[in-house]
T-cell receptor, first 114, second 109 residues
């Protein structure tokens, strides 16, 4: 059974703080993704990684960075949190060889920036 | 680029059948996904269509027409637990999924 875990379910941070969201998957997947989900806007891709130390920008990378030092772990970093980054953040992983692009999602982190 | 449209909300009655439509525009088709997402939870995979036609999986079926850029998810014998958002998604190059805004389905007794 695939498992994708995220470090926190709920997080409250202040404007200007540096925020780390951690994601770990246990299925040896090559690909990992960070999305944010907002009402009316659906899921939007922030960054993805197809290998260790590799990263690619998604649709909305501004204000975010990522780190993938190990295959199982993909971190999303908000260098200086702002109120417009209040959102639900979802991590996903997948492997090119399985289910053609199918992705497995973590439970999500609801981040509130005050 | 890619564009995906699906209705924002639908309401149906327990025991009934509901069809959730999705239209898409994409350069280079690599299949279409449907995910289910209960409130406050992660999306979970429902179906993947790459060829035209209907694929049935228990109470849920998914249909694809590539020439029309159209898919639907059919839910039969609706149960209260089917109340959720249903997300349509298409992959582009490099394993990236583009999601529609999701259809929030409310099942009433």
């Amino acid at each position: 059974d695939v498992k994708v875990t995220q470090s926190s379910r709920y997080l409250v941070k202040r404007t200007g703080e540096k925020v780390f969201l951690e994601c770990v998957q246990d299925m040896d997947h090559e690909n990992m993704f960070w999305y944010r989900q907002d009402p009316g806007l659906g899921l939007r891709l922030i960054y993805f990684s197809y290998d260790v130390k590799m990263k690619e920008k998604g649709d909305i990378p501004e204000g975010y960075s990522v780190s993938r030092e190990k295959k199982e772990r993909f971190s999303l970093i908000l260098e200086s949190a702002s109120t417009n980054q209040t959102s639900m953040y979802l991590c996903a992983s997948g492997s090119p060889g399985q289910g053609a692009y199918e992705q497995y999602f973590g439970p999500g982190t609801r981040l509130t920036v005050t | 680029g890619q564009n995906i449209d699906q209705p924002t909300e639908m309401t149906a009655t327990e025991g009934a059948i509901v069809q959730i439509n999705c239209t898409y525009q994409t350069s280079g088709f690599n299949g279409l996904f449907w995910y289910q997402q209960h409130a406050g939870e992660a999306p979970t995979f429902l179906s993947y269509n790459v060829l035209d036609g209907l694929e049935e999986k228990g109470r849920f079926s998914s249909f694809l027409s590539r020439s029309k850029g159209y898919s639907y998810l059919l839910l039969k014998e609706l149960q209260m637990k089917d109340s959720a958002s249903y997300l349509c998604a298409v992959p582009n190059a490099g394993n990236m999924l583009t999601f529609g805004g999701g259809t929030r389905l409310m099942v009433k007794p």
